[in-house]
């Protein structure tokens, strides 16, 4: 799987991305060889490979997939070209997958084949899925700000303080569990499709704390206990939840810079939608920050169930 710069690659299309590719690839083996100790060498090396292997495989994925449409892809570019550097995770957080820490991407040398995925599969997995927030942080600044914008007003204040989740934090959280599963969406479509599979059909699992072992509805391999959420989310957002594939136009709608801008815009003209529209919000926050609990962060069984709040979700939805 070693790195092989293709000369059809460097199209018009795609403006400077093998240069960036290379020039990443030499950063990156660079830090490996000024870091890793003898042992680690080897696999760091490795693993720079099937970064620069794989990043470049969902790079075209997201275009054969027509995941980014024109108008975006400057913004793709864009966005993919602050990647500093990438590394192995240190031992002491190999329990994680990977981990994007600003312009930094951490990603697990020890991945094997998990979850009915191939070694390779799971990479792309991963790795793809680190991608997609590094997309996303064009409007990491917008989410937060809008978020801000919102809890100003006394109603909205209001509404979420009589559901218990009277604090700014619910809302900007709910716009990061939107971020995950999309990310979570794109890394499965493009895994799929490099290995030519069909997706497995949506099941019910019962193995999250956070839902008590209460069923929830999902095909992702990962975060499944978020999918619902966002599937729901798109019924709140005119402009995406009459296209032909919802998901995908809100794919499509996410590598836009202006992505929450849109939003903003949507909600000013359907203002009837927006208490529903923040309320479910409030309560997406509210999982999103239960699903980081169970990582180790909390003890209290109180912050880890979310049930009230998955009711009250699909209460709001039903308005
Ligand atoms: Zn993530």
Known sequence: MAYIPDETFNRESFPGFQKF???????????????????ELVPAL????????????????????????????????????????????????????ALTDHQKLLINPKLTASLGFSQEEFYQLIITHELCHIIHQAWTEDRLSYADELFQDDRVRGMLHNMGLEDVRYLKRGFALLDEAIAQEVAERVTYYNAKRERPKKEYRNDKP??????YL?????????????D?????????????????????????????KKIKEEMRRHPELLDSFVMMLACMGRVY?????????SNSKKDLNVNEYVDSFQKIKKM
């Open 21 to 39: 590719l290379k020039d990443l690839c030499v950063r990156s083996r660079k830090l490996a060889y000024d870091t890793a100790s003898d042992a």
């Open 46 to 97: 490795r693993l720079v490979d099937t970064f620069m292997d794989t990043m470049k495989s969902s790079y075209l994925s997201f275009f054969s997939l027509n995941l980014v449409i024109p108008k975006n892809h400057p913004n793709v570019l864009r966005q993919l070209k602050t990647i500093e550097q990438m590394e192995a995770l240190p031992p002491k957080n190999q329990r994680l997958y």
């Open 210 to 215: 956070i839902f008590d072992s209460k069923p």
């Open 218 to 230: 999902t095909n992702y391999a990962l975060y499944g206990e978020l999918q619902s959420f966002a």
């Open 232 to 260: 729901d989310f798109i019924e709140r957002l005119p402009f995406i939840k009459n296209t032909k594939d919802p998901f995908q136009t809100l794919i499509q709608c996410s590598f836009d810079k202006d992505f929450i």
């Open 289 to 297: 920050e239960a699903t980081y609990k169970v990582l180790g962060l």
